[in-house]
């Protein structure tokens, strides 16, 4: 099958995009407007650019009216946001921030997510979240569907006992993040397999997985 992209609409692209461009990691985004609500929204369309400077993208649609989401909103006005990796335990949670609220409403109130100060930026981390990057915007992008946000990471969050300060590495055995799928479907990453060097699958491996 060969699909001209030209052919199809907006929307249509996006719907194969976004179901065959995966797994996604999610970044629940907060961010603070002008009137002092903290907003926290989650989007898929996420990624790490680079470590030196360390960056990492988000990509915010704007509405179907044109306007911008209040995400977007806040960012161009404060340049500060704070991107969190979401796990299995809150994903119920991180799912429903999606939700429309208004911008007097803040979404860590309506699902239950606890709000605590960051280290170098005005919007709050999640509590309940496993890693959070403060960032301060680096560079936008924009394009007539979307506003593309390259933010710099200032400082790093990780829960207690998630990273070896030693090795500098992640403790993946104890990392279960969840990711996007496709429509409203999400994965886990509890299905793991090593690579060894030879081609040979090893499904489950588990003495190397915090060596990856």
Not at 18 to 43: D, E, K, M, Q, W
């Amino acid at each position: 099958m060969d699909i001209d992209f030209s052919t199809l609409t907006a929307y249509q692209r996006y719907k194969l995009m976004a179901s065959l461009i995966v797994p996604r990691p999610i970044a629940l985004v907060t961010t603070v407007g002008t009137n002092g609500v903290v907003n926290a929204a989650p989007f898929s369309m996420f990624a790490m650019l680079g470590e030196d400077p360390p960056i990492l993208m988000i990509s915010i649609n704007r509405l179907a009216d044109g306007e911008l989401k209040d995400t977007s909103v806040n960012i161009n006005q404060t340049g500060e946001f704070v991107v969190h990796i979401c796990d299995e335990a809150m994903a119920v949670k991180m799912h429903r921030c999606g939700e429309r609220f208004s911008a007097d409403v803040s979404e860590l109130e309506m699902v239950g997510l606890t709000p605590e100060p960051s280290q170098a930026v005005k919007p709050p981390r999640i509590a309940e979240a496993p890693v959070a990057f403060e960032c301060c915007l680096h560079e936008k992008l924009e394009t007539p569907s979307r506003e593309i946000f390259i933010g710099r990471i200032v400082s790093l969050h990780a829960r207690a006992g998630l990273i070896d300060t030693d090795a500098w590495r992640v403790r993946l055995q104890d990392f279960f993040p969840v990711a996007r799928f496709g429509a409203s479907f999400y994965i886990d990453t509890r299905n793991r397999f090593s690579l060894d060097g030879s081609g040979v699958q090893a499904p489950h491996a588990s003495t190397n997985i915090d060596e990856m």
